[in-house]
């Protein structure tokens, strides 16, 4: 069976549990015939098992069996709404089926531009995954080309770019754009990968692939118009949380709603510039050193106008 076609009905499967909470495997063999998953073919014990074994494999999603009803249920629904690999890597093949499925529509589907940089993820993983050294040649914006050989110790996508947390030889933390890669090889010399690093620690007081020394904050701000909605189903960090809401009269006695929200993060360049891409939907209230830094952001943007 072509990959393409497995893939489609683990996320049939898990979707179907996911919309139904609990059935037996007669139930869920009935709507995989009436879907017609399988091309008229049923949905045979052992077949689910196998898939069972492989959901769990892939996505640490873990499917039990209630014996006093012999009904099947996801039993550890917080898998799907974490940051994990397994989310994103059940995210993008539900995507991609659909895609699939869809060929005969797609000049009415309008996409985003695919990541850039994704020639170079096969070689970087492997290089991950057995703990061995990359040389690389790399050209930043405006500037000479270099080569450099780093140990490569975790991918991030951020902004449709991919790139690539190393450790140089001067012992140093550095972010690479795999877009600005011009060349990469893996290399035979092995590196110890530190036990207790983890790459989530590392950017969870951030926003975006900036790692500065910018001072963690106590940032709140105040959303405005829908903006709030924004916010409540894609938090801009973890840390973010609803404060309360209230309503502003202006002299007309017209009304504008709004809702406040606090974060604890290190304020980069790639926060403020996410806070600026909302527009007059967000003000920054505190730190007063940040408002003011927003203002003439936003100063420096009227001056040229």
């Known amino acids: 069976m072509k990959p393409a076609k497995i893939f489609h009905q683990y996320i049939w499967i898990i979707?179907?549990?996911?919309?139904?909470?609990?059935?037996?495997?007669?139930?869920?063999?009935?709507?995989?015939?009436?879907?017609?998953?399988?091309?008229?073919?049923?949905?045979?014990?052992?077949?689910f098992y196998r898939h069972r074994d492989a959901i769990l494999d892939m996505f640490g999603i873990v499917i039990d069996c209630d014996p006093r009803t012999y009904k099947y249920y996801i039993s550890n629904q917080e898998v799907l709404g974490d940051d994990s690999i397994e989310r994103w890597l059940f995210s993008t093949l539900a995507v991609h089926g659909v895609l699939a499925d869809s060929a005969a529509v797609k000049e009415r589907l309008v996409l985003?531009?695919?990541?850039?940089?994704?020639?170079?993820?096969?070689?970087?993983?492997?290089?991950?995954?057995?703990n061995h050294?990359?040389?690389?040649g790399y050209k930043k914006f405006e500037a000479e080309g270099y080569e450099k050989t780093v140990s490569p110790y975790a991918l991030k996508l951020f902004h449709r770019r991919w790139y690539l947390l190393a450790r140089t030889d001067e012992n140093q933390m550095r972010l690479y754009a795999l877009d600005r890669m011009t060349m990469v090889e893996l290399t035979d010399e092995a590196f110890e990968m530190p036990a207790d690093f983890s790459p989530q620690e590392y950017f969870s007081e951030y926003y975006g692939v900036l790692t500065d020394h910018t001072p963690m904050a106590h940032v709140v701000i105040r959303a405005y118009y829908k903006t709030p909605n924004y916010l409540r189903t894609l938090p801009l960090h973890h840390s973010q949380r609803e404060m309360g809401s209230g309503e502003i009269t202006h002299a007309d006695s017209s009304t504008t709603p709004y809702t406040d929200f606090s974060l604890d993060i290190r304020p980069t360049s790639d926060f403020l510039g996410?806070?600026?891409?909302?527009?007059?939907?967000?003000?920054?209230?505190?730190?007063?050193?940040?408002?003011?830094k927003m203002r003439q952001i936003l100063a420096g943007t009227l001056k040229r106008c």
């Open 15 to 47: 979707n179907t549990l996911r919309a139904y909470r609990k059935l037996t495997l007669e139930e869920l063999n009935r709507k995989w015939m009436a879907d017609g998953v399988a091309d008229g073919n049923p949905l045979q014990r052992v077949s």
């Open 112 to 130: 985003e531009n695919a990541p850039v940089g994704e020639q170079y993820l096969d070689i970087i993983i492997r290089a991950i995954k057995s």
């Open 133 to 136: 050294r990359l040389r690389m």
């Open 274 to 292: 996410e806070l600026l891409s909302h527009g007059d939907g967000i003000e920054v209230l505190q730190p007063l050193e940040l408002r003011e």
